[in-house]
């Protein structure tokens, strides 16, 4: 799974499971873009040591405008892109509970950053991919979307619509050679699933990893293995697939 000179963008990498993907990217030779709404320029310079070409450029993905500058940016530095990971996301500290209580604001940012953003620099990276004849785009989503979670909706339906957008998106751009799969996620233990969740998510965490087939934590780094994957040489013809990295709690 090599990315020598392959330009890859990752949409919320400041932080989280983004900064492991951007740093797993460079540690196999790409050229990494860092687009996030928070400072990111930590883990362009991480992944800067370890002897590849990186920058965070500072990207809401709500804007299209900004969408389109991240890729500019990309083609400015490096001519082309081949990769796009769409990972940025609301997620931690959102409101849980009762459907009727969700802060409409907050459905509202939830789907203006979970979908809304997917569409926006999906669109922007097209052009380059088709005239190139290639590209790989692989999108975050979540089991809570395959479980149906409750207490979550927004978020939960965001992440419904990440998964039917790969398979709409695959079939759309696939005839230009382009790529299109998804990540789903199960509950990983970082700063992120904490947030808010002070109280109950050790209770939570214990009860995911009872689930699973591999009973036992979830950690940022294993669902790096899965996204690589997706976007390299060696998934080639996959595409529309979801791939769920939960240690086997859920089958689909
Ligand atoms: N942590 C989990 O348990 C888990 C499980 C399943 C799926 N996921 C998904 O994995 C991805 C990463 O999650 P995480 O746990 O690292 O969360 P995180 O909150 O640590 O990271 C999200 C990143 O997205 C960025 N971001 C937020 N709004 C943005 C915007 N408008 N424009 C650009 N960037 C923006 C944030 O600044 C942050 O760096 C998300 O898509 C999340 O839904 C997480």
């Given at each position: 799974m090599s990315f020598v000179d392959q330009?890859v963008?990752?949409?919320?990498?400041?932080?989280?499971?983004?900064?492991?993907y951007?740093?797993a990217f460079a540690q196999e030779g790409a050229?990494?873009?860092?687009?996030?709404?928070?400072?990111?320029?930590?883990?362009?310079?991480?992944?800067?040591?370890?002897?590849?070409?990186?920058?965070?450029?500072?990207?809401?993905?709500?804007?299209?405008?900004?969408?389109?500058?991240?890729?500019?940016?990309?083609?400015?530095?490096?001519?082309?892109?081949d990769v796009?990971v769409?990972?940025?996301?609301?997620?931690?500290?959102?409101?849980?509970?009762?459907?009727?209580?969700?802060?409409?604001?907050?459905?509202?940012?939830?789907?203006?950053?979970?979908?809304?953003?997917?569409?926006?620099?999906?669109?922007?990276?097209?052009?380059?991919?088709?005239?190139?004849?290639?590209?790989a785009?692989v999108?975050?989503?979540?089991?809570?979307?395959?479980?149906?979670?409750?207490?979550?909706?927004?978020?939960?339906?965001?992440?419904?619509?990440?998964?039917?957008?790969?398979?709409?998106?695959?079939?759309?751009?696939?005839?230009?050679?382009?790529?299109?799969n998804?990540?789903?996620?199960?509950?990983?233990?970082?700063?992120?699933?904490?947030?808010?969740?002070?109280?109950?998510?050790?209770?939570?965490?214990?009860?995911?990893?009872?689930?699973?087939?591999?009973?036992?934590?979830?950690?940022?780094?294993?669902?790096v293995g899965a996204v690589l994957f997706l976007a390299s040489e060696a998934g080639a013809?996959i595409?529309?697939?979801?791939l769920?990295?939960?240690?086997?709690?859920?089958?689909?």
């Amino acid at each position: 799974m090599s990315f020598v000179d392959q330009v890859v963008i990752v949409t919320g990498a400041a932080r989280g499971i983004g900064a492991e993907y951007a740093h797993a990217f460079a540690q196999e030779g790409a050229r990494v873009l860092v687009a996030d709404v928070s400072d990111g320029e930590d883990t362009a310079a991480k992944a800067r040591s370890l002897g590849v070409d990186a920058a965070w450029v500072r990207t809401d993905v709500r804007l299209r405008s900004e969408a389109d500058a991240m890729v500019a940016a990309a083609l400015q530095r490096w001519g082309r892109v081949d990769v796009l990971v769409n990972n940025a996301a609301r997620y931690a500290g959102l409101y849980r509970g009762p459907l009727e209580s969700i802060p409409p604001q907050e459905w509202d940012d939830v789907m203006a950053v979970n979908v809304r953003g997917v569409w926006n620099t999906t669109a922007a990276v097209l052009p380059s991919m088709r005239a190139a004849g290639s590209g790989a785009i692989v999108n975050i989503a979540s089991t809570t979307a395959l479980k149906g979670t409750a207490h979550n909706l927004h978020y939960v339906a965001s992440k419904g619509a990440v998964l039917a957008a790969t398979r709409a998106i695959a079939r759309e751009v696939g005839p230009h050679g382009i790529r299109v799969n998804c990540v789903t996620p199960g509950l990983v233990d970082n700063e992120a699933s904490r947030e808010g969740q002070e109280d109950t998510f050790d209770i939570r965490a214990a009860d995911r990893a009872r689930e699973r087939s591999l009973a036992r934590d979830m950690h940022p780094v294993d669902v790096v293995g899965a996204v690589l994957f997706l976007a390299s040489e060696a998934g080639a013809f996959i595409s529309g697939q979801q791939l769920t990295v939960d240690g086997g709690g859920i089958f689909v």
